[in-house]
């Protein structure tokens, strides 16, 4: 399998899949990464994302000071594993410069294109909504207007334009605790003008993402298409349970799905995954990929309360895909 417009990352972290396990996945032996009050005021850093950047790491992280409210935080890695945040939360600006700040920001994603990072999350636009800003230092971030009305959330840029436009998916929802919930597709020329929306996926029948589903990390080309991480929730009496799986899109119409798996990938099994600040939570984020060797990090949150991480290789989560695929 031939992976596309990926880096060649040497210093992926990685530890190889433990002898007899046949899981598609497997957890880091370090976890929780991020455990709680990891620096400073901060209380709770979860649902965050990492990419490559000159020989090291660096990322937009969810994280929570005592009041509460959730804001984005850079944050700097050698090795993928331990991060040493910024002290005050990113200052979004307009294009004329003028601060364009919302009351909380969360669930960040993070993707180059074309040299520059573009970061997705939700934000506050009389109620949660998609935000999208632009960086080429993690130090200036220009916020582009907001690219849908309220409500709508989990929003995640392909890593390159198809068709000579960007695409995102997105998850409608409403003005709360979402119950219900599809991915959707739409395109735009320039991050402003957005349209040309389809239906991408919708709920399982599986019990696992039977109440809702939303896309995790940004999508991972590959010859066979693109490999994109999902989460999908299930309603239960004591609450939400939020698991992850995997499906294959077609590159040049990403709305068309060519496989997908009907068993989960992760589910929450461990302490740090199910009991927390939200209990039942494994929510992917962010996903390195060193081209090289197909070797994969992903970063999800567990339980609202760490950034937890799981490995694989590429072809070994496609092989999984095809072979459990509906």
Known sequence: MRIINEKDIPNIPFEECPKGCLD???????????????????????????????????????????????????????????IEFEDRPIVFVDEEGNAAESHY?????????????????????FGPALAIAKTTDFRKFVKYPHPFLPYNRNGVLFPRKIGGEYVMLSRPS???????????????????HWGENEHVMERGWEWWNLTKIGAGSNPIETDEGWLLLFHGVTNTCNGFVYSFSGALLDRERPGKVLFRCRDYLLTPEKDYETSGFVPNVCFPTSA???????????YYGSADTYTSLCFSYVDRLVGFIKERSR
């Open 105 to 125: 920001q969360y669930d960040p994603r993070l993707v180059e294109i074309e040299g520059a990072y573009y970061v997705t999350w939700c934000d506050d636009f």
């Open 288 to 298: 390195l990929v060193d081209a090289r060797t197909g070797r994969m990090a992903i």
């Open 174 to 192: 409403d003005s709360g605790h979402t119950a219900f919930g599809d991915i959707f597709l739409s395109k735009s020329p320039d991050l402003i």
């Open 24 to 82: 598609p996945v497997w957890r880091y032996s370090g976890n929780p990464l991020i455990k709680r009050n990891p620096a400073g005021s901060l209380s709770r850093v979860f649902n965050s994302a990492l990419v490559p950047y000159k020989g090291a790491f660096i990322g937009v992280f969810r994280a929570e000071d005592r009041t509460g409210v959730p804001h984005l935080y850079v944050g700097r890695s050698a090795d993928g594993l331990s």
